[in-house]
């Protein structure tokens, strides 16, 4: 019976499409373009570590029937200037490789 519960529990590990990180490296810094038209950027590893667990970590569906207005776009740039971007919203949700994120990511542009 034990054994039967591992598999299960394998198996649903398996099918688990989001366990994946979308951004990998190590980024050093994050360059967010509001809305607005304001441009932060930050270099604290704190922040850019919280915003990329919350693109890697938190569920994600696939945008193929989605319409999307897009609120705020970010890029995270490595050590080599190679960069990754993505779009998020002022709830908290993100746009990263094709997928919606059900992410937390602080309001960095607020109201």
């Known amino acids: ?12 590990g398996a099918c688990n499409h989001y366990s994946d990180p979308l951004i ?9 373009e509001c809305k607005s038209g304001e441009t932060k950027e930050f270099v604290d590893q704190k922040t850019i570590h919280k915003v990329l667990k919350e ?3 938190s569920r994600r569906e696939g945008t193929e029937e989605m319409e ?4 705020h776009t970010a890029t995270f740039e490595d050590s080599d200037g190679a960069t ?6 002022s709830g908290g949700k993100a746009l990263a490789s094709g997928y919606y ?9 607020g109201k």
């Not at 990754?84 to 919203?89: D, K, L, V």
């Open 1 to 12: 019976m034990k054994r039967w519960l591992l598999y299960c529990f394998l198996f649903l």
């Open 24 to 32: 990998e490296g190590e980024m050093v810094k994050l360059t967010i």
């Open 55 to 57: 693109i890697n970590q």
């Open 68 to 71: 999307f207005s897009i609120e």
């Open 84 to 89: 990754e971007s993505f779009n998020f919203f």
């Open 101 to 109: 994120i059900h992410s937390n990511i602080e309001d960095f542009c």
